[in-house]
Structure formats: structure tokens, C-alpha cells
């Protein structure tokens, strides 16, 4: 009887030893998850194959595929032949973005740019939408904080606006610099306005990011400003295929182009956007003088 209890024992901490290594095993395998998708938003295709994780890992084709198995699972990315890519469509270069929707986006950042008064303190995220709000920004003694290089190369040309260049990480593909230093920064200030870009609006989610890093930045932007303006063309509305999304507060703008979804922007208002709608043709034909230089 006492050796039967003896094995009993033995068993129960054989158990005990093996559970405890399988959770050790599932924590090492979330980080490593974890660390594959910052990977995958570091790298300008936004795709690897098995062996660039497995290298650059250290571990055997077979852990990397049950890893992408687990994250294909989770929604988080999309097999490919002989890898992976991430999930959310296809993200354009910056060069590529400065050619589409052009009219529209100068309608709804001349319109954006008109909001911002005299001494206004304006923070300014990075895209092509909200490069246009910097070209037409003509207020005079503004601050604007940006991690957008293209608004800097923009505002560079506008003697009239003290800019702040928030300070971290750059992604070349969208021209966005991101990360802890970035939000440390942001945490000293309070903005009259924060002009918002956005790969999606939609009005459950809020608005969507390529990054967890971009998320986490934009998401505080908006709680760093008294306004809160998101500038989008009317492709983004509504749109719900991205993974990392920023929560849109109580009462919010909205400004995108007057072709938009009637219905989207009726679900976007039932949650609290202020929408306003602007015309790129009419846009078209009235001057303008812009302070900043187009990249």
C-alpha cells in the first residue's frame, strides 16, 4: 500500500513537472508570436518566408509553421507560399498614396487647415491626408507636432509654424516614425487640435493602424486634444479589415469627401462623429496660397 502511494505521488509530480513545462512552452511561443508580427511591421513588404522566421529565430521549420498556424488562426496574418504576410490589404508606398484621391484629399485638408486658429498647438499624425492639412495650414504662431515626414518636409516651408518632430522609430514604407518616445513626448502636451489619419474609419473599431505601435500613437494623440479631426477619403469609411485599431472618443470630427457612403456616415454619427462633408471640385476651382512646399 505505501509503495502504491509512493507511485501515486510520483505520478501526480511527473504531472505537475509536465504541465509546468508545457505552459513555460506556451509562454515562450506567445512571445515569440508576439515578436514575429512586429517583425512582419518592420519589414517594408510586410512579408517573410519560413526559414527568414526560422533563422532569425533559432528554431525548426516545424515550430515556425505551428506558430503561423496559431497567428493564421488568430486572424493576424495571411499564409503565403513558403511564408506569410500580413493580413488587411495591401499597403501602397508613400509614392504610390501621393497619386491616388489627390483632389480629394486637398479638399478635406485645406478644410481641416481652416479650423486652426492664430497660436492654435496642433498635433498632426502622419499620412498623405494629413500632409494636406500641412500644406494649407496658415495660421500664424502655430506649434504642430507631427511624426509624419512628410508634413515636416512640408512645413519646412512655413516660416510661420514652430514644429515639434516626434522622436522614435521610422517606417519607411508609410513615412511614419512611432514608439515609446514618440507617446513620452506626447504625455507633456495638451493640443487644440489633433488631425488624425487613418488606413480605415469604422464605427465600432474607430480607426484603423498598420501597426500596433501606429495604434497605441494615435490613440494617444486623441487623448492629448481638446478636437479631435479624423481626415479620411471616402475608401477608408467603414472598412474593417486591419487588425490594430484606435477607440474614438465621445464627440469626434469627421471630415471626408461628399461621395462617401450615406449609410456608413449615418452609423458613424449614431456613435458620436460631427461629420462634414467637402467637395474636391469645388475645391478645384477656388485659389489658394499654400505656405508649405508639396514633397
Known amino acids: 500500500m505505501p509503495s502504491d502511494q509512493g507511485a501515486s505521488e510520483q505520478t501526480a509530480a511527473d504531472q505537475a513537472d509536465d504541465e509546468l513545462v508545457a505552459r513555460r512552452r506556451d509562454v515562450r511561443g506567445g512571445k ?3 515578436q514575429i508580427l512586429q517583425l512582419l511591421q518592420t519589414v517594408e513588404s510586410g512579408a517573410l518566408s519560413v526559414e527568414e522566421i526560422a533563422e532569425r529565430f533559432g528554431v525548426s521549420f516545424a515550430t515556425v509553421r505551428r506558430d503561423l498556424s496559431r497567428l493564421h488562426q488568430d486572424r493576424h496574418i495571411t499564409r503565403t507560399y513558403g511564408g506569410v504576410a500580413l493580413t488587411g490589404p495591401a499597403e501602397l508606398s508613400i509614392h504610390q498614396r ?14 481641416a487647415a481652416e479650423m486652426v486658429a492664430d497660436g492654435a498647438v496642433v498635433i498632426l499624425d502622419a499620412g498623405t491626408t494629413t500632409e494636406f492639412v500641412a500644406r494649407h495650414l496658415d495660421a500664424d504662431d502655430a506649434t504642430v507636432f507631427t511624426n509624419g515626414i512628410g508634413a515636416i518636409n512640408v512645413l519646412l516651408g512655413n516660416d510661420d509654424v514652430s514644429v515639434v518632430v516626434l522622436g522614435g522609430r521610422l517606417r519607411a514604407v508609410n513615412q511614419t516614425i512611432s514608439g515609446a518616445e514618440a507617446e513620452h513626448m506626447l504625455h507633456s502636451v495638451v493640443a487644440d487640435y489633433a488631425f488624425i489619419g487613418a488606413d ?3 464605427p465600432q473599431y474607430g480607426v484603423a493602424s498598420r501597426t500596433l505601435e501606429q ?7 486623441m487623448q492629448r486634444a481638446r478636437q479631435i479631426v479624423v481626415v479620411a477619403d471616402r475608401r477608408k469609411i467603414n472598412t474593417d ?17 461628399d461621395d462617401a457612403d450615406a449609410t456608413a456616415l449615418s452609423e458613424l454619427r449614431a456613435v458620436g462623429a460631427d461629420v462634414e462633408l467637402v467637395s474636391p471640385l469645388r475645391a478645384l476651382t477656388e485659389p489658394t496660397t499654400l505656405k508649405g512646399s508639396p514633397s
Not at 501621393?98 to 478644410?111: N, P, S, V, W, Y
Not at 485599431?245 to 470630427?253: E, L
Open 215 to 221: 495604434s497605441r500613437l494615435k490613440t494617444l494623440m
Open 200 to 202: 480605415a474609419v469604422h
Open 98 to 111: 501621393h497619386l491616388e484621391f489627390t483632389a480629394e484629399k486637398d479638399a478635406i485638408g485645406r478644410r
Open 241 to 257: 479589415q486591419f487588425n490594430y485599431w484606435s477607440p474614438t472618443p465621445a464627440r469626434w470630427r469627421l471630415i471626408t469627401d
Open 32 to 34: 515569440r508570436r508576439e
